[in-house]
Structure formats: structure tokens, C-alpha cells
């Protein structure tokens, strides 16, 4: 059985005609290296194939896309929050001579 999968359905049709066209001679070459015997190979046949490509792992890929952007959201949400409390907890006190270096 030969499955292909990829984002466009053209390719995928063309990387399943070409992996097709090649199983028999492949497989062929594989006995031949393995000693197998004539009578004991292995043939291959085509019993169906499919005419049009079915498109997989779009859901996937959108998941991904949502996921990654969420991530990016709360991370700059959570970065500005931070921000604030820092300025706002720095903002009452006076500056000391150390410039914030702590002493030794």
C-alpha cells in the first residue's frame, strides 16, 4: 500500500504515480540483492488507486497557527503586566546614591 500525504493535492498525486512506477523495480532489485528465488519473489500490483488527492492535516496546521499566535498574546499580556507592577512598585521611592547597585 502506498500512502502519500502533503499540503497539495497536485503534488501528492504526482509523488504517489512516481512512488507507484517505481515499487516494481525497486522491489525487484531488492530480491535480486537478498538472493531471493524467482518462484519465492514477491510482485507487485495495482488494485486501486485514487483519482483525486483528499487533503489532510489542515486542522492541524490551523491548531498550530491559533496555538503560536495564543502563546505570542499572553506572553506580551503577561510581559505588560509585568511592566506595570514593576513601575508602579518603583514609582514612590526615592532614588538612592547607589543607583541601584546593591551594596557590598
Known sequence: MIDV???RPDTALKIRDLLVAQAP???EAMQVSLRVQPGNQV???VVTMDARAQEVGR???RAA???GALGLALTLAATALW???RRR???GKPA???DGVPPS
Do not use: E, F, I, W
Request: net charge neutral; charged share 35%.
Open 5 to 7: 500525504k502533503d499540503s
Open 25 to 27: 523495480d525497486r522491489l
Open 43 to 45: 510482485t507487485t500490483t
Open 59 to 61: 486542522g492541524r496546521l
Open 65 to 67: 497557527v491559533v496555538a
Open 83 to 85: 511592566d506595570a507592577h
Open 89 to 91: 512598585a518603583t514609582k
Open 96 to 98: 538612592d546614591a547607589t
